[in-house]
């Protein structure tokens, strides 16, 4: 994923913490992972106690959305407003490919 600054980014979740990483060169030029934010899950998602942990199934790449399934449903947590919204009733779900689609209007004016 992309990192907040626009570099390379990882999230991880563990147990009910999502992490968010950087990777970062430091002034002797070697590069390695920081922790840029922690998010606690139990805070935004209905997981009081769960039979089984949230995974991570996916991310949408610009839209800085993660999607966290938990036995409750699939939810999308917007990463800037910390904003939570389910998005399946199902939680039986593993991974997660979002696709945008996008459009021009001078690609429209030729169609039409």
């Not at 430091?26 to 805070?43: E, F, K, P, S, Y």
């Amino acid at each position: 994923m992309t990192a907040e600054d626009g570099g390379l980014g990882l999230a991880s979740l563990d147990h009910h913490e999502l992490s968010l990483w950087a990777r970062e060169t430091g002034a002797d030029g070697g590069a390695g992972w920081v922790q840029r934010r922690t998010i606690d899950l139990n805070a935004l998602l209905p997981i009081d106690n769960p039979k089984r942990l949230p995974c991570l199934s996916g991310v949408a790449e610009g839209a800085d959305v993660i999607f966290v399934s938990t036995e409750d449903g699939v939810f999308t947590i917007e990463l800037k407003s910390l904003q939570a919204k389910k998005v399946s009733e199902t939680g039986e779900v593993e991974l997660i490919y979002p696709f945008v689609t996008f459009y021009t209007e001078t690609l429209l004016e030729k169609v039409q």
